[in-house]
T-cell receptor, first 112, second 113 residues
Framework: GENVEQHPSTLSVQEGDSAVIKCTYS??????FPWYKQELGKGPQLIID?????GEKKDQRIAVTLNKTAKHFSLHITETQPEDSAVYFC???????????FGRGTSLIVHP | EAGVAQSPRYKIIEKRQSVAFWCNPI?????LYWYQQILGQGPKLLIQ????????DSQLPKDRFSAERLKGVDSTLKIQPAKLEDSAVYLC???????????FGNGTRLTVT
């Protein structure tokens, strides 16, 4: 089955800085890569997703890049704000299953 | 639209007791998932339903876990008997179609003592 590795496990930045979270996946047939944000006491919420026919996607301060050859994808958050503080999960789906497999999460802390 | 509803929010039980969780998905979403999220880890799929049929339960510990989705809407997940290692947040999610975003509820935090 699919295996998703996510780094770093914790990321601490100052407000206004950029944050980058990186993930790798094992199944070359995976073709759908969503990112979820989980705030304390809540369920994960989708913030952006990308499909394998696209190399990059942006939505305001958030962008995701995908390198299919290297089997890695990254989340970029620019001009971070304290409300960006949360746990972020990457996931991969495709091949034999459309059900996403999640990474272990990155705890992002944005200091005011 | 109303989100995915789960209850209870918290549950504390002793090992070997039984517990049940309830989920009401977003209206119109045919696919329903139960995930287990252990502290510090990502969600791990337990079971997936399409309408009221099971699509994937390969990761469900069937000796103690069971789930059902009657009438293709609400779902319940049961653990009997519970073990200490079952302490986790149990998340329910629903989606409109294959490769559609998953919409998660806020989960049930289970503590087994």
């Amino acid at each position: 089955g699919e295996n998703v590795e996510q780094h770093p496990s914790t990321l601490s930045v100052q407000e206004g800085d950029s944050a980058v979270i990186k993930c790798t996946y094992s199944d070359s047939a995976s073709n759908y890569f969503p990112w979820y944000k989980q705030e304390l006491g809540k369920g994960p919420q989708l913030i952006i997703d990308i499909r394998s026919n696209v190399g990059e996607k942006k939505d305001q301060r958030i962008a995701v890049t995908l390198n299919k050859t290297a089997k890695h994808f990254s989340l970029h958050i620019t001009e971070t704000q304290p409300e960006d503080s949360a746990v972020y999960f990457c996931a991969a789906a495709g091949g034999g299953s459309y059900i996403p497999t999640f990474g272990r999460g990155t705890s992002l802390i944005v200091h005011p | 639209e109303a989100g995915v509803a789960q209850s209870p929010r918290y549950k504390i039980i002793e090992k070997r007791q039984s517990v049940a969780f309830w989920c009401n998905p977003i209206s119109g979403h045919a696919t329903l998932y139960w995930y287990q999220q252990i502290l510090g880890q990502g969600p791990k799929l337990l079971i997936q339903f399409q309408n009221n049929g099971v699509v994937d339960d390969s990761q469900l510990p069937k000796d103690r876990f069971s789930a059902e989705r009657l009438k293709g809407v609400d779902s319940t997940l049961k653990i009997q008997p519970a073990k200490l290692e079952d302490s986790a947040v149990y998340l329910c999610a629903s989606s409109l179609a294959d490769y559609s975003p998953l919409h998660f509820g806020n989960g049930t935090r289970l503590t087994v003592t």
